[in-house]
């Protein structure tokens, strides 16, 4: 499980990031819950919230950042630290309808490059009122194969009634992924907890004590467009989540607690928390803020058909196509999962179709399906009723396993190569491989299911397996008991490394404090694994 990857971010990248961690610095932990959200009354515009970028390709890129007021976005790039030479990018217009949030589409970049920016917030009054500017760095994804490619990947932020803690320096995980210096980072879903209040602090079986940091946002579910809007605003509070932003680009997807615990479409609540019962109105809610604080190439598309959706295909050079799923916005109610017919599955018909083919037209060498659910670990929805797919009968496909019964036999008939599915959800890590052989359903070709996280969150203890597509589970590490705190149980993360020269991908299952836990190594130009 030797490894030559380097633990640290490169000298051009530690020294541009100076500026950006000074400045997200000063957002301290213990102050801001106060000073963050509050609007300045004089003074320039300030991007405290720090910047992201996403949806990185071979020649684009979107650039996020939130400011205290209105202002206009500008947006600076240069193949330097030193931004001798720039390219001028004017974004758009901050102001209440988006949360004073922006994000900036760059296009036209060179390939396989570090690419340094920084954004200025202008007052859009008097243009010569800037702001301190905002630095980052991302690199654009190669255009030779030979240049290899790594990535990290976990989900699940701020859930189980476990913030911040500022006793242990926030959100540890965030600057141990920086340090490894990813090329992007997936994150899987469960990107906050809008169903999750939060408690100033928490009491652990062992008798010390969890602090959490505190905003009015957290204190209650969410329900309304700001307090939605607070859930994503806390996670940016922690110094390590915005210094992993300025360095790190991000795929992200959602699952589940971006609006409320098992959503699904057309669900009227039963929950004396909620006064506003119909989850289609609160979906619409979190939806919105979540492309407001979110950089996602389909949510910023101008027009078109693309407009609002989540999935999506994140072209990566010639090694890798990212395949981001939306396991939610399709879905049909949650149920037993017994039916004998069901073309709505957890996908929906037409996401179904879409990727089909997008994966029948892919060159890339591995196509990493981006799911925020697992297939084969049977996640519950009450006591009768399932969240997921796997339904816990180990017999033919039934419910919305049938859906993916069809993808497996699609991508295995038409020789689709080179394909492995990444997800979260569940709060612990772990490798489980599908094989025909063991399986009640068995016209598909043999693949790998890798499940990392929780990234700050609650640890839970392993799920039952269903064998209708015979999975295998051949590592997992996962607690005893129900939602150990951060403070009792390590969180976890992904690393996928592929070789530039062999094209052999390895995942490594990791554990916050620097622990490979299990590593696999797959060999490319194959129908399964």
């Avoid at 879903?189 to 009491?203: C, E, K």
């Avoid at 479409?265 to 039963?270: A, C, H, S, T």
């Avoid at 010639?318 to 939610?328: G, H, N, T």
């Avoid at 951060?486 to 969180?491: A, F, I, R, Y």
Wanted: glycine share 10%; proline share 7%; charged share 25%.
């Amino acid at each position: 499980m030797s490894s030559s990857v380097p633990e640290g971010p490169s000298p051009a990248r530690r020294s541009v990031l100076r500026g950006s961690l000074a400045a997200s610095a000063a957002l301290t932990l213990g102050g801001a819950a106060a000073a963050a959200p509050a609007l300045a009354l004089s003074g320039r515009p300030r991007a405290a919230w720090g910047v992201q970028t996403g949806d990185v390709t071979a020649s684009s890129g979107l650039v996020w950042v939130r400011s205290d007021r209105p202002a206009r976005m500008i947006v600076e790039t240069s193949s330097s630290e030193s931004f001798r030479r720039t390219h001028r990018h004017v974004g758009p217009l901050l102001g209440t309808g988006s949360d004073f949030t922006g994000t900036t589409a760059l296009r036209g970049l060179p390939a396989g490059e570090q690419i340094h920016y920084r954004v200025t917030l202008a007052d859009p009054d008097d243009p010569r009122r800037t702001g301190e500017p905002v630095v980052g760095t991302f690199r654009t994804a190669p255009a030779r194969r030979r240049d290899g490619v790594r990535f990290l990947w976990s989900g699940d932020i701020a859930g189980q009634g476990w913030g911040i803690n500022p006793d242990i320096g926030g959100f540890r995980a965030y600057e141990e992924m920086r340090r490894l210096n990813p090329d992007f980072f997936l994150c899987s879903g469960d990107t906050i907890y809008a169903d999750g209040p939060l408690q100033p602090s928490v009491t652990l079986p062992d008798g010390r004590i969890w602090r959490n940091v505190t905003t009015p946002e957290k204190a209650k579910v969410a329900e309304t467009l700001d307090e939605y809007r607070g859930n994503f605003r806390y996670n940016l509070l922690d110094h390590n989540v915005r210094a992993f932003n300025a360095q790190v680009p991000s795929i992200v997807q959602w699952d589940d607690h971006e609006v409320r615990n098992n959503w699904y479409p057309g669900q009227i609540l039963d929950d004396a928390r909620y006064t506003e019962k119909d989850v289609d109105v609160l979906a619409a809610r979190a939806s919105r803020a979540f492309a407001e604080y979110f950089p996602v190439s389909t949510l910023h598309a101008r027009g078109g058909g693309a407009k609002g959706r989540m999935h999506r295909v994140v072209r990566y050079g010639p090694l890798l196509d990212v395949f981001v799923l939306d396991m939610r916005s399709y879905r049909n109610a949650n149920s037993p999962g017994r039916q004998a017919d069901d073309t709505t599955g957890i996908l929906g018909a037409e996401q179904l179709a879409w990727l089909k083919r997008e994966l029948n037209r892919s060159r890339a060498v591995w196509k990493v399906l981006a799911a925020d659910m697992p297939l084969g670990l049977v996640v519950p929805d009450g006591s009768a009723n399932i969240e997921a797919i796997a339904q816990g009968d180990p017999g033919a496909p039934l419910g919305r396993e049938l859906q993916i019964a069809e993808l497996l036999r699609f991508i295995k008939h038409r020789r689709i190569t080179g394909t492995l599915w990444l997800t979260a959800d569940v709060h612990y890590t772990s490798a489980q491989h599908y094989a025909p052989e063991r399986a009640a359903f068995q016209d598909f070709a043999p693949f790998w299911e890798f499940v990392s996280g929780p990234l700050a969150a609650g640890g839970f203890p392993a799920n039952a397996l269903d064998s209708t597509f015979g999975p295998e589970r051949v590592f997992v590490r996962a607690p005893e008991r129900a939602n150990l705190s951060p403070m009792e149980s390590p969180q976890y993360f992904g690393e996928v490394d592929i070789d530039g020269g062999s094209g052999e991908l390895t995942v490594r299952l990791r554990a916050e404090g620097g622990t490979v836990l299990f590593s696999k190594v797959l060999r490319p130009g194959r129908v399964g694994q």
